[in-house]
Structure formats: structure tokens, C-alpha cells
């Protein structure tokens, strides 16, 4: 934009008789510059008119279809008309037909200690355990000082809000009364900006830490500039050239970026002091936290399967095996799922996170469904030693049935009811083929049996 003095240096120079081009090279300002002064300040001026000026109708017909991209506008121009118009001088008749929209000077939000605490979230892509994850970016920050806490979450859904805000909260040493955020349904069940109606479950919350939240204006994120800007910085910053081991080690890791990197950076805001400097300024202003805070937990009611697990979030967890088919309580925080039963914790795990159809099973939850002892049984003990090919038949029918001591009853009440003779020749033809049924075992006993008792002559 020229200044007045110079305005009115060009019109003085211009009514001396000083030629355009000798105003433009003493002045160091373009020859267009000096033409459009002169014409806006002197109306009968011979002002030499642009030879751009006939496409200006197309320019303004075009640049709305274009959707405001000067580039494809010079492309159709060329493509439809013929017209091949330099890019500095497309762009120049945009300014000049005044089509782009013109930008609103921004305002300034100052905010006293303690007044006001500003949330949001971010999608991030990083890399966890050798994988490209997707993760989300949960930030808060006081409006003041500007300290900042960040944490990662899978998914961010209102359990996983108030196990932040929690963390959050603790890591400030205290909220403000009143919390910013954008108008997400994590927190607002209905309506947006100042109609916002906050979720009761939410509303209840922040109760806790004496704070309300409130919404700002759709497609007004500067309302929460503080906390916007702060996402460009963790990504540049704190996720370059770093990967993680999994979620604990990733927000552990941010934790100690925020301890020792952005909190302690100066800021030129600040008047080149840190936020941590600035924070011992705001603290004593904070509402302080409860004197007890309560556990974060989702109250699940599930049923114990007849596996003798429950379901939370497709893993399966084990409980005690006498509880199959009961109704237990499942109580589900950031890092553990405990059970209960008859207000009785009868299982506490270690939750699985970003894991699907996984099990953890508890040490002495679940016995094996086909113990070892019960093969080594009275049964085992009355058929071994007596005959090797019975000994190695006996091992074969425990290593190949789910139900062995089962059979070993049967085995010996076979034993006990048929000749030993014919007993002995079908163990060893039923070893040598590898037969373990033993309904087909008695077949084959009978079969000797037939041939050495009843041996029946036929009269020709």
C-alpha cells in the first residue's frame, strides 16, 4: 500500500511534466503503481489503460468455478479464449476486481491466572512398536502461562476424556474455572458454541475440579489458538526421529518432552520467559484439587462363559472357573480390568490396549481341562508292569485321548472280562495298526476268543 507522502510526491512529479516511467525509476515503485495514483487522483489524466482489461469480464466470470486458484484460472483462460496471461499479472487483476475475500484482522484473547484452561485433540501418525499408528493427540493448556501437558490415546471417547483431564489436572497442580473446547460429542451432547449443552456425565466431572466447560463458535478454533498451536509443535518436534515401544512408553515419553522441552523453551510471548517461569505466577490462582480424587473406571456387567472368561473390548480376561455362567462386575480403568462378584474382586488383569481378540488368563484361574493325575489313576497302576506291549499300548491310548483315564476303566474291565490269551493277541495286533477304540478293540477280542473256544467242525 503507498503511503500519502508518496501519493502525493507522484501527483507533484506527474504535474511537473515528468514522464511515468522517470516517476516509477526515481521513486524505486512499479509504473502500474504510478498509472493507478495518477488515475484515481487526476480523472482527466492520460493514464495509459492495461491491456489485460478486456479479460477482466472472464477473470471475474471464471474465479469462483476455479474455486479461487489462480493457476487453473490462467489454464482455462488459455484453454477457452487463447488468452495466455503471465501468473503476476492474473494475480494482479484479481486484486484489482477485488475478488478474494478479504481477510478479518484477528483478535486478541488475554487471559488472567486461573481464569481459563483451553482442551482439544489431534490426529498424529507415528510409530509404535515398528508400525504406522494412527493415534490421538489429546492437549491442554493454561490459558496464562501456556503450560502445556500432552498425551496418546487409541481412540478418544469420554472415558478416555476424563482419564486426561484427570492426569491433566494433577500435572497442572489445580484447574480454572472454566475449560475451552471445541464442539466434539465427547463433551457436548448437544447444540454448539454458547448453546451447547454439555453432557450430563461430562457436566458432573468437571464438578470435581470446580470447572465448567464451554464451547466455542463453529469455525472459530483462535478461540482455543493456545492450545491449536501447540500440535504443529509436538509434531515437529517431539514426534520426529522418535518411536516407541507401545503406549506406556509413548506417553511417558511425552510426559518428559513436556517436563524438559516445551515447557522450559522461552517463549517471545512470554517476554522470552518459559511457560514453567511464568506457571509459578499462575499456581497460587489455580482451584486447587480435591482432597481426594476419584478412580476412573467404566462399569461393565458381563456373564463368565462357559470358558471361564469375560469380554471387554473383543479381549477376553479369565475369571475363577466356578464362576462360569455367573454375573460378575467388570470394572474397566486406563491399564487394568478387575472383576468382581457379590462385591468380592475375584480377578485383576493387566488391560490390553490397541489389541483385539486377545487372552490373559490369571494363574491358578483356570485348571487344565485334561489333567496328567487323573491318568495316573488306580486304572494305570493294576495295567502296568504285567506286559510290555500292554505298557506301550496303555502310553498310546494317553497320548492320543482327551479322555484317557476314561478309557483305561474301559480297558481293564476288558482285561478282566475275556480271556488273557485273546486279550494279549488283540492288544498286539490293535498296537501294531495303531487301533485306540475300544469298542473295536472288544470286536477283535471276540474274534480270538471265537477261534480258540468255539472251534465248531461241520459235517460234510
Not at 489429546?138 to 487409541?154: E, H, I, R, W
Not at 486447587?288 to 479381549?315: A, C, E, F, W
Not at 490390553?352 to 493325575?373: C, E, M, R, T
Request: aromatic share 8%; charged share 25%.
Amino acid at each position: 500500500m503507498i503511503a500519502n507522502e508518496k501519493r502525493e510526491t507522484i501527483l507533484t512529479l506527474y504535474r511537473s511534466q515528468c514522464t511515468i516511467r522517470h516517476i516509477s525509476r526515481l521513486l524505486k515503485i512499479s509504473r502500474n503503481t504510478v498509472r493507478r495514483v495518477i488515475q484515481e487522483h487526476s480523472s482527466g489524466a492520460p493514464v495509459k489503460k492495461s491491456r489485460h482489461e478486456p479479460i477482466e469480464p472472464l477473470v471475474r466470470q471464471h474465479y469462483k468455478s476455479c474455486k479461487g486458484n489462480v493457476v487453473r484460472l490462467r489454464e482455462v483462460l488459455l484453454e477457452r479464449y487463447g488468452h495466455d496471461v503471465a501468473y503476476s499479472s492474473m494475480t494482479r487483476i484479481v486484486r484489482k476486481l477485488e475478488l478474494r475475500e478479504k481477510k478479518q484482522r484477528a483478535g486478541l484473547y488475554e487471559f488472567g491466572p486461573g481464569e481459563e484452561l483451553q482442551h482439544d485433540t489431534s490426529p498424529h501418525h507415528l510409530i509404535l512398536g515398528g508400525k504406522n499408528v494412527t493415534a490421538q493427540c489429546a492437549s491442554l493448556t493454561l490459558g496464562y502461562c501456556k503450560k502445556v501437558f500432552v498425551q496418546y490415546y487409541p481412540a478418544f471417547t469420554r472415558f478416555e476424556a476424563k482419564v486426561f483431564l484427570t492426569e491433566a489436572l494433577i500435572y497442572m497442580g489445580g484447574g480454572c474455572q472454566r475449560c475451552i473446547i471445541d464442539n466434539t460429542s465427547v463433551i457436548v451432547a448437544a447444540g454448539t458454541g454458547p448453546d451447547a449443552l454439555i453432557s450430563p456425565e461430562m457436566e458432573a466431572f468437571g464438578k470435581i475440579f470446580a470447572m465448567t466447560f464451554a464451547a466455542h463458535h463453529v469455525r472459530d478454533p483462535d478461540r482455543k489458538a493456545k492450545v491449536e498451536r501447540n500440535f504443529r509443535y509436538v509434531e515437529n518436534n517431539f514426534l520426529a526421529g522418535r518411536s516407541f515401544s507401545d503406549w506406556c512408553d509413548l506417553n511417558q515419553q511425552a510426559r518428559l518432552w513436556c517436563d524438559q522441552i516445551a515447557n522450559k523453551k522461552p517463549k517471545r510471548s512470554l517476554g522470552q520467559m518459559s511457560p514453567e517461569e511464568i506457571y509459578l505466577i499462575e499456581k497460587p490462582h489455580l482451584n486447587p484439587l480435591p482432597p481426594h480424587l476419584p478412580p476412573v473406571y467404566k462399569t461393565l456387567q458381563r456373564i463368565v462363559d462357559m470358558s471361564g472368561y469375560v469380554t471387554v473390548d473383543t479381549n477376553r480376561y479369565s475369571a475363577p472357573e466356578h464362576l462360569c455362567g455367573q454375573a460378575v462386575e467388570v470394572l474397566k480403568s486406563w491399564d487394568h480390568i478387575t472383576v468382581y462378584h457379590k462385591f468380592s474382586k475375584v480377578a485383576d488383569h493387566k488391560r490390553l490396549i490397541d489389541k483385539k481378540d486377545a487372552k490373559v488368563i490369571a494363574k491358578g484361574h483356570h485348571l487344565p481341562l485334561h489333567n496328567a493325575k487323573d491318568l495316573c489313576g488306580k486304572e494305570e497302576k493294576v495295567l502296568l508292569g504285567r506286559d510290555e506291549t500292554l505298557d506301550r499300548y496303555v502310553a498310546s491310548i494317553k497320548k492320543h485321548s482327551h479322555f484317557g483315564r476314561r478309557k483305561l476303566q474301559q480297558l481293564l474291565e476288558l482285561q478282566r472280562t475275556y480271556p488273557r490269551g485273546a486279550f494279549e493277541k488283540a492288544i498286539e495286533q490293535a498296537l501294531h495298526y495303531g487301533l485306540y477304540d475300544l469298542a473295536r478293540l472288544e470286536n477283535l477280542i471276540l474274534t480270538f476268543v471265537c477261534g480258540d473256544f468255539f472251534n465248531l467242525k461241520t459235517d460234510d
